[in-house]
């Protein structure tokens, strides 16, 4: 029989499930929404354990497609990241994360650090640093208020990850590791690397209550976390069940539905002024 080879084209129609476009028109379309500003920013809550406060936000970006209604990131992200057009995307996020943070300073609510998403076509764009840098004094704003959220295969790469995020550190950024063990890691990047929090991929989180290994790996990595001093948060925390046993295991931080959807910067400040931990 002959051996198929799926073209690209065919490989992001397989992808995309809401963008039925072929590679090139959807990456047409992609540069189109960026000029026409159809990207909004939702923000997550992140609580904290202990304190049972917001203290801070993850920035997830949705596509609202003229005639398709809202594209979640999954489906756009990958084409983003492949055609190169992660970069002025991901600008537009930072950009739209600052004015979040200085619309919430506004409202007279104390300032909420915001969690972003790096890609790795994005982390190693020539001027990130610039970029940030920039960014960051035009707004005024704190750099300590803003998370890179990047993942394990992007740290595991030593020699080339190490010099960007020790700028990034030096710049007073937070570094953060996203959707931890569920990648091949040899873990020693956790001692060489600037790395402030872990979090806790859902998945663990998810079988935590029915299957014993994710509880005790999510355990382990709680017990690992705190031992080299990295705070720990939790992400897709849905039910008060999974609450509880997370703060019998120590973590650190929730985030997840049971606490709140991703939602608008004017819906954090509702949340923010009228949010009750129980
Ligand atoms: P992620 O960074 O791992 O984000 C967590 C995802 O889990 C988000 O999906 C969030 O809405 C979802 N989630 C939050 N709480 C719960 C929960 O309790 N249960 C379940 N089942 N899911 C929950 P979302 O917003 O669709 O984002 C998907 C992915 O797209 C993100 O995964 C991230 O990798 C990427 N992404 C999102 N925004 C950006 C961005 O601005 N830039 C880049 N480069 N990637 C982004
Ligand atoms: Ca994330
Ligand atoms: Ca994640
Ligand atoms: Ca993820």
Redesign the pocket.
Known sequence: AKREKKSTFQFYRDQLPAVTEGYLETEALLRKAIKKNEFVLLY?PQIDAVTKEIFGV????RWHREGHGII???DF?PLAEESGL?VPI?KW?FEEAVRAINFWKDAGISPLPVS????IR?FYQAELVQMITSILTEANIDPALITI?ITESIAMDATSALPILKELKALGLTISI??FGTGYSSLSYLKKFPIDYLKID?SFVRDMTTNKDDRDIIESIILLGHRLNKVLIA????TREHVDVLGQLGCDMF????FSK?ISKNAIIDYYTTFNFD
Request: charged letters at 20%; proline letters at 10%; zero cysteines.
């Open positions: 997550q993850e920035a997830l970006i979640p990131p999954n992200i992660i991901g996020v972003i998403n790096l890609s994005q959220e996203d959707d859902q992400e897709g925390v849905e985030q997840g539905y049971h991703p």
